[in-house]
């Protein structure tokens, strides 16, 4: 079994950070990926948040990623882990195709995002849906867009697009939100904002791009169509975080929450750094910042600079 001084689970924007700053600080250092190195930034049409780039495609931000990478010398080894344990001082990651083991792991996997799971929405994703508003929401500017989910997600993307697009409507499946109380009426102070509950999206219309969504009253059955250019389905996240198999590492909600500046698990040598932490707001540079914290964290695990 080979074994590393440090193994990082995932290879987006946390992962590459933290693997190049260990690479050059002299740490055996590992990144494993189970898809595209890069990571979600892949399936984002366009980045232009993101600074030294005016506007760059998601993929080729990943392929920048990747090349640094590369450039550092840092191993890359193609499998998605199946399984994380710890066995005295070692951790054992389990792998489809092989098994390795780490004095330190850094947990970089991300979220996926929860889909509504109707049809066309594949379809019509980059073509009219968006699972982030903060990424995507200004090439909806001036147009109707909807946002759909009842937590603060949902509430703080719905006031950002009210302030750039011509109408937000707002639906959520429940009569209460699951979401802050002060959110809601600071949504509702906006003059082209309208919340409507309890209603759930039953159709997506539209031909190459979407045009319009039939929602429906979860209580009266009553349907409606609403014109808009833009849907934002915020219903939750899923954290791929279910190959974590030691206890007392993972939340109620399989998000892994770190000590603040050292992004340290309750679990000694155990990091985590990016999406998969509990927060609201998720993006490149947050898990980047993340990443650089865990690095110097985990030199100090190791007894390095
Ligand atoms: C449509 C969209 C547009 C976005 N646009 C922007 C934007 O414009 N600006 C911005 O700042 N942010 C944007 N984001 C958010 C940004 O992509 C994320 O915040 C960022 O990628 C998080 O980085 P990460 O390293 O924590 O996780 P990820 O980028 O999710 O990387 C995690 C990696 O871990 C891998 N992995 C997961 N499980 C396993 C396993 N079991 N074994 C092996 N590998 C595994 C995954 O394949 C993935 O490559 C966007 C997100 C979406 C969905």
Redesign the pocket.
Known sequence: MRTFETII????????RTAIILKNAGVDVVI???????????????????PGYKMIS?PDLAVEFFTRLNAASVEMIG????SLTKNDDLFIVQ?ENNIYAAKTVLI????K?KKLALPKEDKFFAHGI???A???GHFYKGQDILIIGGGNTALKEAIFMADIARHVYLIHRRNEFRGNRKLVDELLTYPNATILTPYIPIELIGGDKLEAIKIQNVETKEEKVLHVQGAFPLVGQIP?ST?VKIPGVLDEWGTIPVENKTKATKVAGLFA????LPRDV??????EV??MMAAKAILAYLGKN
């Open positions: 689970i995932g290879a987006g924007p946390c992962g590459i494993i990926e189970g898809s595209t190195p890069g990571g979600k930034i892949n399936i984002a049409p366009r980045v232009d948040n993101y998601g499998d998605f882990v199946t792998c970089a996997s991300g979220t995002e968006s699972y982030c903060l990424c995507d791929n190959f750094g990016g999406d998969i998720r993006q490149i540079y947050l898990a993340d990443g």
